[in-house]
């Protein structure tokens, strides 16, 4: 694991060196470029092991981000200081990677270039003989070492330099911070309420019919061990308590399904949205494109009741028999949108469904907006990472 996170620190060093004339043009457009430099380097760190806390919205465009980063103070107290460490750390980058590991291949292969007649000067080393060249590839060897170790300092200094402009209170920060503990109090709320709800439907559901089920049972066997046993009735009883264990089997089932359906973890996540609307009562529109193959569960699970709150509000609310579904998978991230042509005037607001939901998938690193002018119809949309970020 440590050699892994060497090779990327050298890597993307030597990505940094070759990146080194763009970043000495983008002086030219900054403090624009600033905050997108700072992002990538962000970015870097958290692909060499460092935890830093991406600032751009996954659902936002660079200019969408951009432009209100550049209103912000953030820009000047952070990303302006780490642009002018790339542009500063890249030039050194570009200076050992270059001499440093061209350097090394010239005496490491001085022995190859020998039989070509070339004699590879390395700074002021020219070998004169075959002996002189094998000796150069051992220094070649330890020179390319230094070179790795200099560059993954340099990408430590990176780092170091990049926490340091970061402690300062920005305020770019301390609003997500405080947007994760809002969402993390809302989750722990609509957790509460989808286990209050559980358990109202096994208490009013599943636990009434079992109950029937008892006493027709118990019935049952009274008549049966009567002396003169009543055959008609024994039927009847049993088919009584046959049919109530039915409705209480449906019924769990129902509750598991709404915890999470199966058709989902056995078919996927286009699969499980088909079948949801086909039992929907609406007339549903699916359009769906790109595999669901590298969705995760959480997220495919957090999409999921999202299409079927949105399904189930158009039903009660919209006051229209129809509704469009436009699923978009992809590698790296999954978009939803569900439109209906009703009354619109939709609203999430503190303990509505939807709220738990914009929570949910807020938790996997989404998010979900909901645009409803009145009688305008209503537009729900919601993305998330593949993968959560966490």
């Known amino acids: 694991m440590a050699q892994i996170r060497i090779a990327r620190r050298v890597l993307t060093e030597c990505i940094a060196a070759m990146a080194f004339p763009i970043l000495l043009l983008s002086i030219l457009v900054a403090p624009v470029s600033a905050p997108v430099a700072a992002e990538m380097d962000r970015s870097r760190a958290r692909w060499c092991g460092v935890e830093t806390m991406p600032l751009k919205p996954s659902d936002h465009s660079w200019a969408q981000w951009v432009a209100p980063r550049l209103r912000s103070r953030s820009m000047w107290r952070t990303d302006l200081p780490v642009f002018v460490t790339a542009v500063l750390l890249s030039a050194l980058s570009l200076l050992v990677a270059f001499f440093g590991f061209i350097g090394a291949a010239a005496l490491v292969f001085s022995p190859v270039f020998w039989l070509f007649g070339i004699a590879a000067q390395v700074g002021p080393f020219t070998p004169e003989s075959v002996r002189e060249t094998l000796l150069a590839m051992p220094a070649g060897i330890v020179l390319g070492a230094v070179t790795t170790t200099v560059l993954t300092g340099t990408s430590f200094l990176r780092d170091l330099l990049l926490r340091t402009f970061s402690r300062s209170r920005d305020p770019d920060l301390l609003a997500k911070l405080e947007e994760l503990r809002t969402s993390r109090a809302s989750l722990t709320a609509a957790f509460e309420f989808e286990r209050q709800r559980i358990e109202r439907d096994l208490h009013d559901g599943a636990q009434q019919e079992l109950v029937a089920v008892v006493m027709r049972l118990g019935m049952l066997e009274a008549t049966a061990t009567a002396a003169a046993a009543d055959q008609e009735r024994i039927v009847r009883l049993a088919r009584q308590a046959q049919a109530h264990a039915e409705r209480a089997l449906e019924r769990l089932r129902d509750t598991v399904r709404d915890i999470h359906p199966r058709e989902l973890s056995d078919l996927g996540l286009i699969a499980a949205i088909r079948e949801l609307a086909a039992r929907s009562p609406l007339r549903v529109e699916l359009n769906s494109t790109g595999d669901d193959a590298q ?96």
């Open 295 to 390: 969705i995760s569960s959480p997220t495919a699970t957090a999409v999921y009741f999202t299409v079927s709150e949105a399904l189930t509000n158009i039903s009660k609310h919209a006051g229209v028999g129809s509704a469009r579904i436009d699923l978009r998978c992809a590698t790296t991230d999954v978009h939803v949108r569900v439109h209906d042509d009703g009354v619109g005037g939709a609203r999430i607001y503190a303990g509505s469904g939807l709220a738990g939901l914009r929570e949910r998938m807020r938790s996997v690193g989404g998010n979900l907006e909901i645009l409803s002018p009145p009688s305008g119809g209503t537009l729900v949309v919601a993305s998330a990472p593949s993968q959560p970020p966490w």
